[in-house]
């Protein structure tokens, strides 16, 4: 069966990104895409905006869950929450990439997500979703060594470090038995502390995005690199886990679901 998707953020590069992919995808269909309601790509065709043939859709203000599947949302922390509240009200389940969230707000999206299935990924890259594992093996055996995550991305990111960098980071202190707010260091005004795990970034130009996790011991270094060079890694990585999603029973699923990495 076709899968009918719902795409989000028409104005943003990952907005389009999920929606090119799901047009060149043969088993899926694009029957609704939105922007926010003040932006000028509201009214404009689908097919204006995409530089691609495709049956008169627009851009519409407000997200249209008629006739939909699944929902692919990569927006801010405020939209991506009303969104999920639609969803959650509608029984649509929701693929989501936005990050940033607060504590609150995270809270918030695991109340009203309870009744539908949901994919919450910081990144839907296979390649990434991979070293997560990587780094898990590598603290297990390097646990003790000096570890630092940098990460780069274009000038307009706003969140910082990126949420997959925090999901590195996260892992590796799962693995180590630490609590992540607890050894994350952001600012190297001081000296390093044993057991803590550093974060430096880089906002600039039109990097897609770049992350390198280092395990540093005495007399070696290992380490693990993913480079994006495309957003449709992540788009398509998206799209996967919504063709997951789409007719599993309510619950919270994760890429290591969608990749039978579980």
Same mark, same amino acid.
């Given at each position: 069966?076709?899968?009918?998707?719902? #795409?989000?953020?028409?104005?943003?590069?990952?907005?389009?990104?999920? %929606?090119?992919?799901?047009?060149?995808?043969?088993?899926?269909?694009?029957?609704? #895409?939105?922007?926010?309601?003040?932006?000028?790509?509201?009214?404009?065709?689908?097919?204006?905006?995409?530089?691609?043939?495709?049956?008169?859709?627009?851009?519409?203000?407000?997200?249209?869950?008629?006739?939909?599947?699944? #929902?692919?949302?990569?927006?801010?922390?405020?939209?991506?929450?009303?969104?999920?509240?639609? =969803?959650?009200?509608?029984?649509?389940?929701?693929?989501?990439?936005?990050?940033?969230?607060?504590? +609150?707000?995270?809270?918030?999206?695991? +109340? =009203?997500?309870?009744?539908?299935?949901? =994919?919450?990924?910081?990144?839907?890259?296979?390649?990434?979703?991979?070293?997560?594992?990587?780094?898990?093996?590598?603290?297990?055996?390097?646990?003790?060594?000096?570890?630092?995550?940098?990460?780069?991305?274009?000038?307009?990111?706003?969140?910082?470090?990126?949420?997959?960098?925090?999901?590195?980071?996260? %892992?590796?202190?799962?693995?180590?038995?630490?609590?992540?707010?607890?050894?994350?260091?952001?600012?190297?005004?001081?000296?390093?502390?044993?057991?803590?795990?550093?974060?430096?970034?880089?906002?600039?130009?039109?990097?897609?995005?770049?992350?390198?996790?280092?395990?540093?011991?005495?007399? +070696?270094?290992?380490?693990?690199?993913?480079?994006?060079?495309?957003?449709?890694?992540?788009?398509?990585?998206?799209?996967?886990?919504?063709?997951?999603? %789409?007719?599993?029973?309510?619950?919270?699923?994760?890429?290591?679901?969608?990749?039978?990495?579980?």
């Amino acid at each position: 069966m076709t899968l009918r998707v719902a #795409v989000t953020g028409a104005g943003g590069r990952m907005g389009r990104a999920v %929606a090119q992919a799901v047009l060149s995808d043969v088993n899926a269909t694009l029957v609704s #895409v939105c922007a926010r309601q003040s932006s000028d790509l509201v009214g404009q065709s689908v097919a204006s905006v995409l530089g691609t043939d495709i049956a008169d859709l627009r851009i519409g203000g407000t997200l249209d869950l008629n006739n939909v599947d699944v #929902v692919i949302d990569f927006t801010l922390p405020e939209s991506s929450l009303a969104y999920a509240q639609q =969803c959650a009200v509608a029984g649509v389940p929701i693929v989501m990439g936005t990050t940033g969230f607060t504590d +609150e707000q995270r809270a918030t999206l695991d +109340e =009203c997500l309870g009744s539908v299935a949901s =994919c919450r990924a910081a990144n839907f890259s296979t390649g990434v979703n991979l070293a997560y594992r990587l780094l898990e093996l590598s603290a297990k055996v390097l646990g003790d060594a000096d570890i630092e995550i940098h990460e780069a991305h274009h000038k307009h990111k706003i969140d910082a470090p990126s949420g997959t960098a925090l999901a590195m980071g996260d %892992a590796i202190a799962q693995t180590m038995g630490a609590d992540l707010s607890q050894v994350a260091r952001y600012d190297r005004a001081s000296s390093r502390e044993p057991g803590t795990i550093g974060f430096s970034v880089t906002r600039a130009g039109d990097i897609v995005g770049e992350h390198t996790v280092l395990f540093a011991s005495e007399g +070696e270094r290992l380490e693990v690199t993913h480079k994006a060079s495309s957003r449709s890694a992540f788009a398509t990585g998206a799209l996967r886990a919504a063709h997951f999603i %789409a007719d599993k029973p309510a619950n919270s699923y994760t890429m290591a679901d969608v990749l039978g990495l579980s």
